[in-house]
């Protein structure tokens, strides 16, 4: 397998919400990103892309839609669907492909416009899609199974509301400080825990929202083209995880958990970071930049905990010694996170290994951590599916 | 419980009433021990020979592993004839089963509710559909 590295990558910002056609944000990502890689639109030989699940057709033929609008060129176009993890894995089918030496030059990227207010289910089959028995049954929006999870972790390990405050609170002063963030208010504890219960013990500021935006990063191992680029990042790994049996999380999707633990709590994320840690050839003490998926603040503390950066139980305990600050252990989402852009389905694996790589390119301002040497990117992912995705400088 | 008779479930095969008691409708495999829910919601153990599942209800009653209180009504599909929110949603366990289930936490003080507490399932009416049937679903209640 040869070294493969990321020489561009761009966004189309996020947005609350748009009209616009999804194909146009793409359009603007993908722009950003041959900029900044210094390549034409006929040097890309592969194109992977993110499905965007709302777009029927041409949402779930994603890439061929998009690619018609740059010219088609007859190279392999695949779609791509894993959930919160759908980025990565286009980034890894992009990063197999010039690995492997089937072409030089890949697109990974993804497009989204979600819908208003709560996700909700997609066919009206309980049959063939078991989704529909949470909708139809139970009432279960996405918040609910995290706030069944922050519950048992509030009993278990003594996670406090304002715990789950500080994590919006630390998002919301980074965020205010990323000009591409959707969300700038910077919010105090107390104004957090008044606003209003979504699913209690979830409070409204403690649940990101939807969203819509395009990421896009270009990968390569031609050599001439990774000299000439802007600080190429190389990819040490990028993985992607699946749930493993006994896992006692009770997965969006799912009515039923098991009730004796034989794996770890979010083992698909688990498994994902673990094979990336053991691809990479490191461990979590070495990464200098992380990005978590913070759909919740339950999510921003379960994950340092998942990916190794501290035992379980003891997040909270690292959020309140300041260890993921921009000067901490382990500086997390100086992006400002979910909490502060939203979700973008098919588009924020992506989104999240360029917030990683402008940390490692210097490209953070006021946001800079101090000369980063390896970042690493961790998506959730619906139905127990994760990715994770390693690079250095 | 309503007219038991006049009874039908939004989605089949999920809640059973036919003993008298309401149960969920489970299956277990004989060969790695794990039950599931719903039937078809297979989740053996890696390396499970898969032979001898068999279809059986879950015991009436269970314990409350977790819950939480919607503040919101869900989007359509969800529907009840009458506004619920906000209500509790359990996940009950049932121990010799080894698995949690996430259902409506009805007919309980959502000030009472405590993790570990006893929970029963029953019936829950949704709506009437238009053959006048009282469309239902699972639900727990705390045991009085």
Same mark, same amino acid.
């Given at each position: ?10 966004? /189309? ?6 009209? &616009? ?9 993908? #722009? ?12 890309? &030989? +592969? %194109?992977?892309?993110? %499905? ?5 057709? +041409? ?62 289910? $997609? ?5 063939? #899609? ?37 994590? $919006? ?23 957090? *825990? ?5 699913? #209690?013990?979830?409070? *409204? ?20 083209? %990774? ?9 040490? +790994? ?35 970071? /673990?094979?990336?840690?053991? $691809? ?18 339950? /999510?921003?503390?379960?994950? *340092? ?69 390896? +970042? ?18 | ?91 009950? !366990? ?25 929970? !029963? ?9 238009? !053959?006048?049937? !009282? ?10």
């Amino acid at each position: 397998m040869r070294d493969v590295y990321i020489i561009g990558t761009g966004i /189309h910002p996020w947005l609350i919400r748009s009209e &616009q056609v999804f194909t146009n944000f793409g359009t603007v990502a993908i #722009d950003n990103a041959m900029k900044d890689a210094g390549i034409e639109w006929k040097q890309i &030989q +592969a %194109i992977m892309a993110g %499905i965007f699940i709302w777009g029927g057709n +041409a949402g779930h033929l994603s890439g061929q839609y998009q690619e018609s609008v740059f010219g088609e060129t007859g190279v392999p176009v695949i779609n791509i669907y894993n959930a919160c993890a759908t980025g990565t894995a286009a980034l890894q089918m992009a990063y197999n492909s010039v690995a492997s030496g089937q072409t030089d030059t890949a697109l990974a990227y993804g497009a989204d416009v979600s819908p208003k207010g709560f996700f909700s289910a $997609k066919t009206d089959n309980a049959v063939q #899609d078991r989704d529909v028995i949470r909708w139809k049954m139970v009432g279960m929006p996405n918040p609910v199974f995290w706030a069944l999870e922050c519950r048992k972790r509030m009993a278990k390990y003594g996670t406090t509301e304002k715990d789950l405050a500080l994590v $919006k609170v630390v998002m919301s002063e980074y965020g205010s400080k990323n000009p591409d963030a959707v969300f700038k208010k910077v919010y105090t504890v107390e104004e957090v *825990l008044a606003s209003a219960y979504v699913v #209690d013990p979830l409070r *409204l500021y403690m649940i990101c929202p939807v969203s819509t935006g395009a990421a896009a990063a270009i990968v390569t191992a031609d050599k001439k083209l %990774i000299s000439k680029a802007d600080k190429p990042v190389k990819i040490n +790994a990028v993985t992607m995880g699946s749930a493993m049996y006994g896992d006692p999380t009770i997965r969006i999707g799912v009515v039923s958990c098991p009730a004796v633990p034989e794996a770890p709590l979010l083992s698909e994320s688990y498994s994902a970071s /673990h094979q990336a840690y053991a $691809k990479a050839g490191i461990g979590p003490e070495d990464v200098d930049y992380f990005e978590l998926p913070d759909n919740s603040s339950w /999510h921003y503390l379960v994950y *340092l905990e998942c990916c190794g950066f501290c035992k379980e139980g003891e997040a909270d305990k690292m959020l309140r010694d300041g260890e993921t600050r921009i000067d901490g252990r382990v500086p997390t989402n100086l992006s400002g996170g979910f909490s502060s852009h939203g979700e973008a389905v098919a588009a924020q694996a992506i989104w999240q290994v360029i917030e990683c790589a402008n940390q490692l390119r210097g490209r953070c301002g006021v946001r800079q951590v101090k000369n980063p040497k390896v +970042a690493m990117a961790q998506t959730y992912g619906l139905m127990g599916n994760s990715g994770t995705t390693i690079i250095s400088i | 419980m309503g007219n038991v008779s006049n009874m039908v479930a939004r989605i089949p095969n999920l809640v059973d009433w036919s003993t008298g008691e309401v149960r969920l409708m489970s299956a277990k495999c004989n060969s790695c021990g794990t039950h599931f829910f719903p039937r078809e919601h297979y989740q053996h153990r890696p390396g499970c020979s898969r032979e001898g599942v068999e279809n059986v209800l879950l015991p009436n009653k269970g314990k409350l592993a977790s819950y939480v209180i919607m503040h919101y009504t869900p989007p359509p599909p969800f529907k009840f004839e009458k506004s619920i929110v906000p209500y509790g949603i359990g996940l009950v !366990e049932f121990e010799n089963e080894k698995i949690q289930v996430a259902g409506i936490i009805t007919d309980t003080d959502l000030k009472s509710i405590k993790l570990g507490m006893k929970m !029963e399932t029953v019936t829950l009416m949704m709506f009437t559909n238009d !053959e006048k049937q !009282e469309v239902v679903t699972w639900a727990f209640r705390a045991v009085k």
